[in-house]
């Protein structure tokens, strides 16, 4: 696609309800990445894709938080028994490939999660 | 670890005034350096980037350069317009990993 779509834009959940987040990355980017943004609070990067393979999930806050890469394009951000400290914006990125010199990431606008 | 260290906002300036927002780093080996601008709204933009010492990023009036020797990459415009209104983010990608490092970002409010 043009640009990094994610889904659903804005969910509001229970305490202790699960969700999904997905993500379709730039059609061609192998790399794919999910950060947390919480409210005024930096991005916190919560793990990587290069391909289908994730070798660093020490980014997840918990085992609550978990994330699949299928096909080598779409992901999903899965959090189970969702807790109100998990309300926050949950970003996904891509890349043509990971590191490099000035490899830019591109970002979608983002999945807005508050759980009630 | 690599880090980075933005200033604090919010920065509210009057329209035309002159912008600085410091970003300064910590990184092992030659890390490119980016910011980021996230407008009302919408998701993270790149605005401009520089991949090594000396290097001016620069883009819609925006501009930047990489200092090793300070490790800073701050970045200026000369004039701001209410339109430049968002948050920015500093960051850092070492080419040996994969992650990106960013700064807390820093809120811009321009007056017109």
């Known amino acids: 696609g043009a640009g990094v779509s994610q889904s659903p834009s804005n969910k509001v959940t229970e305490k202790g309800k699960d969700v999904e987040l997905r993500c379709d990355p730039i059609?061609?980017?192998?790399?794919l990445y999910w950060y947390r943004q919480s409210l005024g609070q930096g991005l916190e990067f919560l793990i990587y894709?290069?391909?289908?393979?994730?070798?660093?999930k020490s980014g997840l806050p918990s085992d609550r938080f978990s994330a699949e890469r299928t096909g080598g394009s779409v992901s999903t951000l899965t959090i189970q028994r969702t807790q109100q400290e998990d309300s926050a914006v949950y970003l996904c990125?891509?890349?043509?490939?990971?590191?490099?010199?000035?490899?830019?990431?591109?970002f979608g606008e983002g999945s807005w999660l508050t759980v009630v | 670890g690599n880090s980075v260290t933005q200033m604090e906002g919010p920065v509210t300036l009057s329209e035309e005034a002159f912008l600085t927002i410091n970003c300064t780093y910590t990184?092992?080996?030659?890390?490119?350096l980016f910011w980021y601008v996230q407008y009302p709204g919408e998701g993270l933009q790149l605005l401009l980037k520089a991949t090594k010492a000396d290097d001016k990023g620069s883009n819609k009036g925006f501009e930047a350069t990489y200092r090793k020797e300070t490790t800073s990459f701050h970045l200026e415009k000369g004039s701001v317009q209410v339109s430049d209104s968002a948050v920015y983010f500093c960051?850092?990608?070492?080419?040996?990993?994969?992650?990106?490092?960013f700064g807390t970002g820093t809120r811009l409010k321009v007056l017109a």
């Open positions: 960051a850092l990608s070492d080419g040996g990993t994969y992650k990106y490092i």
């Open positions: 059609s061609g980017h192998t790399a």
């Open positions: 894709f290069q391909g289908n393979s994730a070798p660093d």
């Open positions: 990184a092992t080996g030659y890390p490119s």
């Open positions: 990125a891509s890349s043509q490939s990971f590191g490099g010199a000035g490899n830019t990431i591109y």
